[in-house]
Nanobody
Framework: QVQLVESGGGLVQAGGSLRLSCVAS????????MAWFRQAPGKEREFVAT???????YYADSVKGRFTISRNNAKNTVYLQMNSLKPEDTAVYYC?????????????????WGQGTQVTVSS
């Protein structure tokens, strides 16, 4: 059974940084695309960043230049480094995976999801 477990969320002041981690199990990790999505209260879940099996990356315009997605295949882990955080980044952040390996930007293209980790940015 595939499992994705996120960690690293928390409360931070605007301008601060956080690093999220997502550890995957029972998954062909090195061949999978991994992504981060987020959902703010009262809003739909939205794409944040993705990294394909070949390390191709894509970002939402709202986080470009502030967030960095990376992966460590030896540890079956994907990271999201978040810098210059803003109150509008407050959301539950979800890790997702697609065994197809292509860095899609639509949540419908991802087969597996984590339980989410809360990120709260205070002003």
């Amino acid at each position: 059974q595939v499992q994705l477990v996120e960690s690293g969320g928390g409360l931070v002041q605007a301008g601060g940084s956080l690093r999220l981690s997502c550890v995957a199990s029972q998954l062909p990790f090195s061949r999978s695309a991994m992504a981060w999505f987020r959902q703010a209260p009262g809003k739909e879940r939205e794409f944040v960043a993705t990294i394909g099996w070949s390390d191709t990356t894509y970002y939402a315009d709202s986080v470009k230049g502030r967030f960095t997605i990376s992966r460590n295949n030896a540890k079956n882990t994907v990271y999201l480094q978040m810098n210059s955080l803003k109150p509008e980044d407050t959301a539950v952040y979800y890790c997702a995976s697609s065994p197809a390996g292509v860095p899609w930007r639509s949540e419908g293209d991802y087969n597996y999801w984590g339980q989410g980790t809360q990120v709260t940015v205070s002003s």
